[in-house]
């Protein structure tokens, strides 16, 4: 097995163990009928980030590497196109996705009783909408790195 061969091992691997989980974190807390089962669910939610955000930085490391062994992919528009998304993927954590999740957790740890107040709702469906975008680029980055359709 060559370096290349191997960075692209790692690389397939860091996609689906990286990505994947990221597709559900979603689903996770909407399932959720009382504040314990909420705060529950963000504390599953907040471990399979670590993958998330693990298996994002392989991705970007191989992915890089792989296009200076083989500088070609660098005029490649499939390649260009699909880092240039991931790297906008990226940013949305700390710059969107950040910024309205914070409300949601300070509301988890203030908030007392069983009942999820109708104040989670409305800041979650703000959150989620945002988090719905990034999902829809990584699989754009997953289709554009399956087909390399130009």
């Given at each position: 097995?060559?370096?290349?061969?191997?960075?692209?091992?790692?690389?397939?691997?860091?996609?689906?163990?990286?990505?994947?989980?990221?597709?559900?974190?979603?689903?996770?807390?909407?399932?959720?009928?009382?504040?314990?089962?909420?705060?529950?669910?963000?504390?599953?939610?907040?471990?399979?980030?670590?993958?998330?955000?693990?298996?994002?930085?392989?991705?970007?490391?191989?992915?890089?590497?792989?296009?200076?062994?083989?500088?070609?992919?660098?005029?490649?528009?499939?390649?260009?196109?699909?880092l240039?998304?991931?790297?906008?993927?990226?940013?949305?954590?700390?710059?969107?996705?950040?910024?309205?999740?914070?409300?949601?957790k300070?509301l988890?740890?203030?908030?007392?009783?069983?009942?999820?107040?109708?104040?989670?709702?409305?800041?979650?469906?703000?959150?989620?909408?945002?988090?719905?975008?990034?999902?829809?680029?990584?699989?754009?980055?997953?289709?554009?790195?399956?087909?390399?359709?130009?």
């Open positions: 097995m060559t370096f290349y061969e191997v960075l692209v091992f790692i690389h397939v691997f860091s996609a689906i163990l990286g990505l994947g989980p990221g597709f559900v974190l979603i689903y996770i807390v909407t399932k959720a009928t009382t504040m314990t089962e909420l705060k529950h669910a963000y504390i599953i939610r907040n471990r399979l980030h670590i993958f998330v955000m693990v298996g994002g930085t392989l991705l970007l490391v191989t992915g890089l590497w792989m296009g200076l062994i083989n500088t070609y992919l660098f005029e490649q528009g499939w390649y260009v196109t699909s240039i998304l991931f790297l906008i993927g990226l940013g949305f954590g700390p710059t969107v996705l950040s910024p309205r999740s914070r409300p949601v300070a988890l740890q203030e908030h007392k009783g069983e009942e999820i107040p109708a104040e989670y709702y409305s800041l979650s469906r703000k959150l989620f909408f945002y988090e719905r975008i990034e999902n829809i680029i990584f699989l754009i980055v997953i289709a554009l790195m399956i087909t390399k359709p130009f």
